[in-house]
């Protein structure tokens, strides 16, 4: 039997402990050994640990990384650079949560350091493993227009960064795999509220082939969303990532080559298709998917990657893809600040001294 893959997981949170547990649900069927959690404070270092029964480190130091194969970081967000560039130069896989830096220019620091010592770098942009959205794919061809909405309450994390990097990431990263085409202009508007960063933002990214993308996020919502529509060639896409749902109308090839013209019906037609027209001319299928565990299959794919060598389904690149529309987004955003209650960078208040030593 060979060796198992050490993982540690850095960020002993609410997101890095659940990393942790599912590490340690896999850790027999995909031959993983669970190091540790690395976590400046004492208090959530000791809870993770007690929940994931393993050892907690202060931070990371030489004789640590010497001793991982792979590594989750769940950190905040203005750390990821360096704990990236720390961890991929020393050869050591690593799984980044979204969003992958907070600019465009961290991002090709993490890129260059993957590319040299050739580890794998996964983004956690889980979404992508939404079955309904994996459904969806295969009825979408050469998108026209695209809306999204995503909406949820303060949940007072993820306060390092605006709503922009912090739920809009996910849809920018789906926007971007559906349209195969560079990014021509983005517009963007947004509201700070509570947080010190955008807590409300919708922006307009438009593309070289003339696709538009509207796409809503909000962090001080009362009802939550996570919904897309995609109008492309010959269909209309509905996806409802909270339930798992797919849609899809395929209009009848009469209407797709404009054969179809309801001022030429006779009074007998237009009875029948007064009763009939979706069904007949606009068919709807749709699809409901079971709930997944999107963070297991996350890293069931990390592992793949691993031992086979293959790419991840969200690779570096595509993580610094979606990074660099945020940072359009952001700047838009800044452009146009009449429109803002206030706007201000939240101070710094996370330090990656507190996470390692020099190595």
Same mark, same amino acid.
């Given at each position: 039997m060979s060796?198992?893959?050490?993982?540690?997981v850095?960020?002993?949170?609410?997101?890095?402990?659940?990393?942790?547990?599912?590490?340690?649900?896999?850790?027999?069927?995909?031959?993983?050994?669970?190091?540790?959690?690395?976590?400046?404070?004492?208090?959530?270092?000791?809870?993770?640990?007690?929940?994931?029964?393993?050892r907690?480190?202060?931070?990371?130091?030489?004789?640590?990384?010497?001793?991982?194969?792979?590594?989750?970081?769940?950190?905040?967000?203005?750390?990821?650079?360096?704990?990236?560039?720390?961890l991929?130069?020393?050869?050591?896989?690593?799984?980044?949560?979204?969003?992958?830096?907070?600019s465009?220019?961290?991002?090709?620091?993490?890129?260059?350091?993957?590319?040299?010592?050739?580890?794998?770098?996964?983004?956690?942009?889980?979404?992508?493993?939404?079955?309904?959205?994996?459904?969806?794919?295969?009825?979408?061809?050469?998108?026209?227009?695209?809306?999204?909405?995503?909406a949820?309450?303060?949940?007072?994390?993820?306060?390092?960064?605006?709503v922009?990097?912090?739920?809009?990431?996910?849809d920018?990263?789906l926007?971007l795999?559906?349209?195969?085409?560079?990014?021509?202009q983005?517009?963007?508007?947004?509201?700070?509220?509570?947080?010190?960063?955008?807590?409300?933002?919708?922006?307009?990214?438009?593309?070289?082939?003339?696709?538009?993308?509207?796409?809503? $996020?909000? /962090? !001080?919502?009362?009802?939550?969303?996570?919904?897309?529509? +995609?109008?492309? #060639?010959?269909?209309?896409?509905? @996806?409802?990532?909270?339930?798992?749902?797919?849609?899809?109308?395929?209009?009848?090839?009469?209407?797709?080559?404009?054969?179809?013209?309801?001022?030429?019906?006779?009074?007998?037609?237009?009875?029948?298709f007064?009763?009939?027209?979706?069904?007949?001319?606009?068919?709807?299928?749709?699809?409901?998917?079971a709930?997944?565990?999107?963070?297991?299959?996350?890293?069931?794919?990390?592992v793949?990657?691993?031992?086979?060598?293959? $790419?991840? /389904? !969200?690779?570096?690149?595509?993580?610094?893809?979606?990074? +660099?529309?945020? #940072?359009?987004?952001?700047?838009? @955003?800044k452009?146009?600040?009449?429109?803002?209650?206030?706007?201000?960078p939240?101070?710094?208040?996370?330090?990656?001294?507190?996470?390692?030593?020099?190595?």
């Amino acid at each position: 039997m060979s060796n198992p893959i050490r993982i540690v997981v850095i960020g002993a949170g609410k997101l890095g402990t659940f990393h942790g547990q599912k590490i340690r649900a896999l850790e027999e069927e995909l031959n993983l050994e669970l190091v540790g959690v690395v976590d400046p404070s004492e208090s959530q270092r000791v809870a993770a640990c007690r929940k994931l029964q393993c050892r907690g480190f202060a931070e990371l130091y030489s004789g640590l990384l010497d001793n991982v194969d792979a590594a989750v970081v769940a950190a905040p967000t203005p750390l990821h650079r360096d704990l990236g560039v720390t961890l991929l130069s020393r050869g050591i896989h690593t799984l980044m949560e979204k969003p992958l830096a907070i600019s465009s220019e961290q991002t090709n620091a993490l890129l260059a350091a993957s590319r040299k010592s050739g580890s794998i770098l996964q983004v956690g942009h889980v979404e992508r493993f939404n079955p309904a959205f994996t459904e969806a794919r295969k009825h979408i061809n050469q998108p026209r227009y695209i809306h999204s909405k995503r909406a949820s309450g303060f949940t007072f994390r993820s306060v390092d960064v605006g709503v922009t990097l912090d739920l809009l990431i996910h849809d920018i990263d789906l926007v971007l795999t559906l349209v195969n085409s560079p990014v021509a202009q983005v517009d963007a508007i947004g509201q700070t509220l509570v947080s010190g960063h955008e807590d409300v933002v919708q922006a307009r990214i438009t593309f070289e082939n003339d696709c538009v993308a509207d796409l809503e $996020a909000s /962090r !001080v919502s009362r009802v939550p969303s996570r919904k897309m529509e +995609v109008w492309s #060639e010959d269909s209309f896409t509905e @996806i409802d990532f909270a339930n798992r749902v797919m849609s899809c109308v395929h209009p009848e090839e009469q209407v797709l080559c404009g054969q179809f013209d309801v001022n030429r019906l006779d009074q007998d037609d237009l009875n029948y298709f007064k009763e009939n027209l979706m069904d007949e001319m606009l068919p709807q299928m749709t699809r409901s998917f079971a709930s997944v565990d999107a963070l297991e299959l996350e890293m069931r794919d990390f592992v793949r990657s691993i031992v086979s060598g293959r $790419a991840p /389904r !969200v690779t570096g690149q595509a993580g610094a893809d979606a990074v +660099v529309v945020a #940072e359009k987004i952001i700047n838009s @955003i800044k452009r146009n600040q009449r429109v803002l209650h206030r706007f201000a960078p939240a101070p710094e208040i996370f330090r990656i001294e507190d996470y390692r030593k020099a190595v």
